[in-house]
């Protein structure tokens, strides 16, 4: 069984940083894309980033191109979000997500992901 845990988020001024980190259980961490993706109050999801299994290809939203980094730690089972230069516009609940087995990993449709964390929430406000 797989199970996601985001951690890291929390109220920011705009300009800020963050980190966030997602802790995969399970045994097939290494083999698989993961990636992150938002949702804004009364939003459809959208998907931030993704990454690939050995962390050699990585893949973001033209809205975060540039100030956002993801990378993972295969050693820890962990995948970050590092998002600098934050704006109002980035306060959503972040959610991490494993890509299907087989599927591309700059997959970016909800459908092309499997397991979900709960979320954590980002609130980028003055």
């Known amino acids: 069984q797989v199970q996601l845990a985001e951690s890291g988020g929390g109220l920011v001024q705009p300009g800020g940083s963050l980190r966030l980190s997602c802790a995969y259980s399970?045994?097939?961490?290494?083999?698989?894309?993961m990636g992150w993706f938002r949702r804004a109050p009364g939003k459809e999801p959208e998907w931030v980033s993704s990454?690939?299994?050995?962390?050699?290809?990585?893949y973001y939203a033209d809205s975060v191109k540039g100030r956002f980094t993801i990378s993972r730690d295969n050693a820890k089972n962990t995948v970050y979000l590092q998002m600098n230069r934050l704006k109002p516009d980035d306060t959503a609940l972040y959610f991490c997500?494993?890509?299907?087995?087989?599927?591309?990993?700059?997959?970016?449709?909800?459908?092309?992901?499997?397991?979900w964390g709960q979320g954590t929430q980002v609130t980028v406000s003055s």
């Open positions: 997500a494993r890509v299907r087995p087989g599927y591309p990993s700059g997959s970016r449709r909800t459908s092309e992901y499997d397991y």
């Open positions: 990454i690939s299994w050995t962390g050699g290809l990585t």
């Open positions: 399970g045994r097939t961490f290494s083999d698989v894309a």
